[in-house]
């Protein structure tokens, strides 16, 4: 009960010291598009699964894997989230539920994971620069991402009200060409969709394995901003119904654009990354020789990774302010803008990270990072069934329905489909993805011998 006590002082003084602070928070609508931004940004991106997994799958993938993924992640999160909203979300909510060491494990899989996909944010962006540049060399390739990131980071200082205003310009920009895409693209139905359902002679871990692990990375994310519950307004209000709108939208902004493009484009068999552009070109045609709604389509895309990397900066660089609060990285990066009352040194220390790997490319990347995404999303599930039988009496202002029957859907649909995706990857997946997942565990145990005893908060707050 001590350590309760302890935990509800040292949260009511860290709300009462945000209260008294500049840092401005973000109300429903800005969280809206942060939270979408984040977690979807666009349809770009998904069009390897139509060539790895076939149209037909890639379409069922689309609108089955939400019921076991997002769906009941985002349950979960809304759940918790009205229960303890801390900054740090889901890494307290597993340090609560399971300890000190499964906590650091969802901290640091999470931290490490923004790596893999910070810096390939920035490299998409600049990879699309390459069609009205082709002569780009690799060093102004390189500065071009390095620079976004700068401006990014700079964005993410000010503050998440700044980072949603931003968010929001840059989906309304995005929006407008995808939803004529789909207009158009379903007003020229010419091919089934659906046909093929799978590749032939495909092999099948592509198809259910790098496939379904790509799908899983399309429909991540939805705990991620429950790391920012201290900046928004009524947390406890706000995020269940951010999720109710962010998890459809999500849906349709990746479905109905793919079943647009192959019911009017077709060629199934060409769609890789950037084919949404191609696809758009078919279906619009030219104005003045040129594919106006392809070129249309090609900026969204770069847009769209704008915005991908601007939420991926927000939401992952708050993990490691917390778990310097609780004492396992250096206290530096628990330091505050005076002006903004952002953790801004743990901001620029993982900018500068996703700029050193900055050089890497996405596709390289996904299937280790799935890996590291599937045990931090499993474990904050898990932690939803654990903190129900620990801690009932922490009041929940939204709960997941259907009582235990509920429960056992948002916990175990997650669990196995995670075990189903990463059984099903290839050879490089497994090994890249368990040594990424081992090094937590050896981390943790150099940094706990490092640890002062009872720094930083305890893990179990209460609102």
Same mark, same amino acid.
């Given at each position: ?72 992640? $985002? ?5 918790? =989230?009205? %229960?303890?909203? #801390? +900054? ?6 597993? !340090? /609560? ?122 429909? $991540? ?5 429950? =790391?920012? %519950?201290?900046? #928004? +307004? ?6 269940? !119904? /951010? ?131 599937? %045990?931090?999303? #499993? ?85």
């Amino acid at each position: 009960m001590k350590a309760v006590e302890s935990t509800i002082t040292v949260t009511n003084q860290r709300q009462s010291s945000l209260t008294q602070s500049t840092l401005r928070k973000a109300g429903l609508f800005y969280l809206v598009f942060v939270m979408f931004s984040y977690t979807t940004g666009g349809p770009f991106g998904l069009e390897d699964m139509v060539t790895t997994s076939g149209p037909g799958m890639t379409l069922v993938y689309l609108l089955i894997l939400p019921f076991f993924w997002c769906i009941p992640v $985002s349950l979960v999160s809304a759940e918790l =989230t009205t %229960a303890m909203p #801390v +900054e740090g979300g889901f890494y307290r909510w597993t !340090r /609560a539920a399971f300890g000190d060491f499964w906590g650091f494990l969802a901290g640091w899989w999470n931290w490490t994971a923004s790596f893999l996909l910070g810096g390939a944010y920035a490299v998409l962006f600049s990879d699309y620069l390459k069609y009205p540049f082709p002569n780009m060399t690799w060093w102004q390739h390189y500065l071009v991402s390095a620079a976004l990131i700068a401006v990014l980071t700079w964005i993410n200082v000010r503050g998440i009200k700044m980072v949603g205003q931003v968010a929001t310009a840059l989906e309304i920009f995005i929006f407008i060409p995808v939803m004529t895409m789909v207009v158009m693209g379903l007003a020229h139905w010419h091919h089934n969709p659906f046909s093929p359902l799978v590749p032939p002679h495909q092999a099948t871990f592509k198809v259910f394995g790098v496939g379904l692990a790509l799908g899983l990375w399309l429909y $991540s994310g939805y705990e991620q901003l429950s =790391t920012v %519950a201290e900046e #928004v +307004e009524n947390p406890q209000r706000a995020y269940p !119904r /951010a999720l109710a709108l962010v998890v459809p939208l999500s849906i349709a902004a990746y479905f109905l654009p793919t079943l647009a493009g192959l019911a009017s484009a077709g060629n199934w068999d060409h769609w890789h990354t950037g084919f949404f552009s191609d696809a758009a070109g078919i279906i619009g045609g030219t104005f003045h020789g040129r594919p106006w709604l392809g070129t249309w389509m090609t900026l969204a895309a770069m847009v769209g990774n704008v915005a991908l990397l601007n939420s991926t900066v927000l939401t992952t660089t708050r993990m490691p302010f917390a778990m310097a609060e609780d004492g396992y990285l250096p206290q530096a990066l628990t330091r505050k803008h005076s002006r903004y009352g952002t953790p801004w040194l743990a901001i620029v220390v993982s900018a500068v990270i996703y700029g050193l790997l900055a050089w890497q490319s996405l596709a390289e990347l996904i299937s280790v990072y799935i890996w590291l995404r599937s %045990a931090t999303t #499993v474990l904050t599930v898990l932690s939803a069934w654990k903190l129900r039988r620990m801690r009932p009496e922490i009041k929940r202002s939204f709960t997941v329905p259907g009582g235990r029957v509920g429960l056992l859907y948002v916990v175990a649909a997650p669990v196995v489909m995670a075990i189903v995706a990463l059984v099903g990857g290839d050879k490089f997946a497994t090994i890249g993805g368990a040594v990424a997942i081992l090094v937590g565990p050896v981390v943790y145990g150099i940094v706990r011998r490092r640890k002062p005893p009872d720094v930083g908060p305890s893990p179990t707050a209460v609102n």
